[in-house]
């Protein structure tokens, strides 16, 4: 165990960068930019998936990110879609990492597949059951229990740089968003270098989750705490992932989407599609004036709603 511990910290002294190095300093007016994947299921998802790869490599974002399955469903497709990443192209990768399902010894196992790759960044999530994500959390009888012990168990593994999830609305789990705060300081505390944020669509549950990290604790309040941004293409997609995630859309956002969706069988794509990509980019110039670290996009595997935001931000050329 010790020489294999040894040959995984060998392998990450090839030093990729920090996601906290990558998104350096901003630029004024003009903040770095990241897209989240979700691993694919099948060889049509995974050609799209490339198509997307390749159409956000010309783009330049500071970091792509590669979801995992719950309880370990999509385990191997994630380190070998991840490592590909990592191998074949220019993009700084970062895995993530869930509790739920795995062992010690299979987390363990897991960073080292990582190191074996090269990859040096994980987001490490205590992750939600598998069927049913609301549904009870149950600790791997030789797993971990929280978060804050996955951040400490990835640390001591070796030269890695890691990342959390944060709340702007509160985790679902948690009692109230004070209770909420406290876990993600404690997952800072812990070693967790930044956190990078659930979905939102309120600019102000954004502002006031970095509010009350300071409050909590002024030094890991000086950690980038990056906003995650999703352009909603479709109202049904949406709320099925608004109901997984414990997140909402405001009243007055959902009333307006409500009415473009329309009352017929079939939604009214354009028009929601229209007003999603509207309001991200409203929001995306919202988090920029206020200072955030950068803009984290939700892509599944498309890229076109996230790049359509990011030219009209100016950044970049829409992808057909």
Known sequence: MAGELSRQRDTLERRTPSIVDRIGAPDAGRIPFSVEFSPPRDEAAEARLWRAVRAFERMDPAFVSMTYGAGGSTRDRTVRVTGELAENTTLLPVAHLTAVGHSVDELRAMCGAYADRGISNILVLRGDPPGDPLGEW??????????????????????FHVGVASFPEGHYRAPDLEHDTEYLVQKLRAGAEYSITQMFFDVEDYLRLRDRVVAHDAEQGEKPIIPELMPITSL???????????????????????????????ENQAAVREIGIEVATQMAERLIAEGAPCLHFITLTVARAPSEVLANLGYASRVA
């Open 236 to 266: 049904r997609s949406a709320r099925r992932s608004l109901d997984l995630s414990g997140s909402s859309l405001p009243p007055a956002l959902e009333e307006r989407l409500t009415r473009a969706a329309g009352d017929g069988p079939e």
């Open 138 to 159: 149950v600790k791997h009888p030789d797993g971990v229990e929280y978060a804050e012990e996955l951040v400490r168990l990835v640390r001591d593994m070796g030269d």
